[in-house]
């Protein structure tokens, strides 16, 4: 079984690491159903409150 022969340190460790623990991703959207607006997947719509075909929540009033 193949051992380091020597300890890496924690600088190496955290500059391999940052390619993937610190990457964001964008949230995946789509379109809403029921007002065709933008919203994020499995989510309520913000602005109309439905999801998956029924209302759930009261929708939030816009800001001007």
């Known amino acids: 079984m193949a051992v380091p022969k020597r300890k890496h340190s924690k600088s190496r460790t955290r500059k391999r ?33 439905y999801y998956r075909g029924r209302q759930v929540i009261e929708p939030e009033e816009e800001l001007l």
């Open 17 to 49: 690491r940052s390619k993937y623990y610190n990457r964001l991703k964008e949230p995946q959207t789509q379109e809403c159903n029921n007002c065709g607006r933008v919203k994020i997947m499995h989510r309520a719509c913000p602005s109309c409150g």
